[in-house]
C-alpha cells in the first residue's frame, strides 16, 4: 500500500514539474504550439479565471470523472450477466438517493462561491485610467480614445507576407495595435456596427459581445510590457477569421509620445473681423462728392480637418 502511495506520489510530483516547465516555455500574450493549457494571464481577472480553473473546476472535474468510472468498472465487472444470473429483485434504495441529490448540491454551492466571486471582479472596475472604443466592423476592428481626442482608426490584419516581414504571428497581427499603458485600469466600450462580433483577448481574460446599438464595458490592467493578441470570438461572418485583435502594452511615456503622433493638431485660430473707424454717416459732413471705397473684412479660414 505504501509502495502504491509513492508510486502515485511520484507521477503527481513528475506530472506537476512537467506542468511547470512547459508553463515556464508558454509565449506570452499568444498561443504556444504542442501547449495543453491556458494562456500565461498578464492581468489580476486572468489570473483569477485561472485559479478558478486549475484549482476549483479541474479537481472536482477530475474527482467526478473518476468515481463514474469506477462505479462503470464495478458495474461492469460485479453485476454482469456472467456474475450474476439471478438478477437482483430491488428498485429503491432511500440513502443513496438522497445522496446522489445532496452531493451534486453541495458540490454546485461550492462553486458557486467562487464563480460568483469572479463574476464581480469582472464588474467591480476600479477608478479608470483611460477608456478605448472598440467597435467591431465586417471586418476589421475601429479603435476611438475619447479622453485623448484619438478619432476612431482601423486596424485590418495583416497579410501572410506583411507578417513575416514584420516578425509577427500571421492571423493575430494587425496594422494598427491598440496602445495602452502598463499598469493602468483600461476600461473598455465594445459595441458593433452591423452584426454582433465579440473582443476577446486571452492574456487578459477578455471576453465580450460587440452588439450592434448596445455599448457593452469591460476593463484590464496589463502587467507587464510587451505585445498580446486576441480575435473576434463570434461568428459574424465569411471573413471571421481575419479580425485580429493586437494590444501593445508600452510604458507611459511611450503612450504620451504615441497619442502625441495620433492626437489631431489643433485648427487655427480664426482672424477677428476689423472694426470700423468711420463714424455714422448721420452725425459727419459729406467731405466729397466722390463715392465711399467699399470697406474689406478679413474672412476665417476654414477649420483644419482631422485625419
Not at 127 to 144: N, R, S
Request: glycine residues 4%.
Amino acid at each position: 500500500m505504501r509502495r502504491l502511495q509513492s508510486v502515485a506520489f511520484g507521477l503527481f510530483a513528475l506530472f506537476v514539474g512537467a506542468a511547470g516547465s512547459a508553463r515556464a516555455d508558454d509565449l506570452l500574450g499568444q498561443p504556444t504550439p504542442g501547449a495543453i493549457d491556458l494562456q500565461p494571464g498578464a492581468s489580476p481577472l486572468k489570473h483569477q479565471a485561472i485559479f478558478f480553473h486549475n484549482w476549483i473546476l479541474m479537481p472536482i472535474i477530475t474527482a467526478i470523472a473518476i468515481f463514474v468510472l469506477a462505479l462503470l468498472i464495478i458495474c461492469i465487472v460485479r453485476f454482469n450477466k456472467k456474475a450474476n444470473p439471478v438478477p437482483a429483485r430491488w428498485s429503491h434504495n432511500t440513502y443513496v438517493e438522497i445522496l446522489w441529490t445532496a452531493l451534486p448540491v453541495l458540490i454546485l454551492t461550492f462553486i458557486a462561491i467562487f464563480s460568483f466571486k469572479l463574476l464581480f471582479a469582472y464588474h467591480d472596475m476600479p477608478p479608470p485610467d483611460l477608456t478605448v472604443k472598440a467597435t467591431g466592423y465586417q471586418w476589421y476592428w475601429g479603435y476611438e480614445y475619447p479622453d485623448q481626442k484619438i478619432p476612431e482608426f482601423d486596424s485590418n490584419v495583416l497579410t501572410e507576407d506583411a507578417a513575416k516581414a514584420a516578425n509577427e504571428p500571421y492571423l493575430l497581427a494587425a496594422d494598427n495595435a491598440l496602445v495602452v499603458p502598463v499598469n493602468k485600469t483600461v476600461r473598455v466600450l465594445v459595441t458593433g456596427a452591423d452584426v454582433i462580433h465579440d473582443f476577446g483577448v486571452p492574456a487578459f481574460g477578455l471576453k465580450i459581445d460587440a452588439v450592434p446599438g448596445r455599448v457593452n464595458e469591460t476593463w484590464f490592467k496589463a502587467e507587464k510590457v510587451g505585445t498580446y493578441y486576441g480575435q473576434c470570438d463570434q461568428l459574424c461572418g465569411v471573413n471571421h477569421a481575419f479580425m485580429p485583435i493586437m494590444i501593445k502594452v508600452v510604458s507611459q511615456p511611450d503612450f504620451d509620445a504615441w497619442v502625441a503622433t495620433k492626437a489631431p493638431p489643433p485648427a487655427p485660430a480664426s482672424a477677428a473681423p476689423a472694426a470700423s473707424s468711420a463714424p455714422a454717416a448721420s452725425s459727419a459732413p459729406a467731405a466729397s462728392s466722390a463715392p465711399a471705397q467699399p470697406q474689406k473684412v478679413a474672412q476665417a479660414s476654414p477649420a483644419a480637418t482631422l485625419r
